[in-house]
T-cell receptor, first 112, second 112 residues
């Protein structure tokens, strides 16, 4: 089944404790991206990647890192999480930026 | 960068009536405009998209129109049904790069 798999679904952590949210797709998509969703603000792009070893900043990249060492994986790294990073995070993949995005099931992150 | 504005933020319509959601964008070079539907607690899913070389696209009860001169595009849902209740997001690809910018969403409620 074609899908984007995110883990974990829920995460509560403390300020400053490094964490990684994993994202994997099995559709051989070149384009992958991360979004955060906050009430009233919609979906805001954090980082995107057009291919292996090619990543670029979205609209809200501060406090986040990503890597794209393999085509299928695109982890989101929070080196020192802060409470303002409490949010719902979605990973997505597509053949290109101008084609249908397939979203993962989301990760609800709480930073206390 | 690209700026996408979406209106209204909430919309209630009687079952069977039509619903219209409007978005404007700022970058005249934007060339891809998708619409996503997000049901409560679920991931966003593409419902229709349009490219800048087309003025209108229809898929059963859903249609999207694009006015490049005015830089706005609209989602039209006819004969609304209870299952159309959801949050709808418009988006635009920023011309010249691969960033996808979303609007802030419209919560559509269909009143039985």
């Amino acid at each position: 089944e074609a899908q984007v798999t995110q883990n974990p679904r829920y995460l509560i952590t403390v300020t400053g404790k490094k964490l990684t949210v994993t994202c994997s797709q099995n559709m051989n998509h070149e384009y992958m991206s991360w979004y955060r969703q906050d009430p009233g603000l919609g979906l805001r792009q954090i980082y995107y990647s057009m291919n292996v070893e090619v990543t670029d900043k979205g609209d809200v990249p501060e406090g986040y890192k990503v890597s794209r060492k393999e085509k299928r994986n695109f982890p989101l790294i929070l080196e020192s999480p802060s409470p303002n990073q409490t949010s719902l995070y979605f990973c997505a993949s597509s053949f290109s930026s101008g084609s249908k995005h397939t979203f993962g099931s989301g990760t609800r992150l709480t930073v206390v | 960068g690209e700026n996408v504005e979406q209106h209204p933020s909430t919309l209630s319509v009687q079952e069977g009536d039509s619903a219209v959601i409007k978005c404007t964008y700022s970058d005249s070079a934007s060339n891809y405009f998708p619409w996503y539907k997000q049901e409560l607690g679920k991931r966003p899913q593409l419902i229709i998209d349009i490219r800048s070389n087309v003025g209108e696209k229809k898929d059963q009860r859903i249609a999207v129109t694009l006015n490049k001169t005015a830089k706005h595009f609209s989602l039209h849902i006819t004969e609304t049904q209870p299952e159309d209740s959801a949050v709808y997001f418009c988006a635009a690809i920023e011309g010249g790069n691969e960033k996808l910018t979303f609007g802030t969403g419209t919560r559509l409620t269909i009143i039985p």
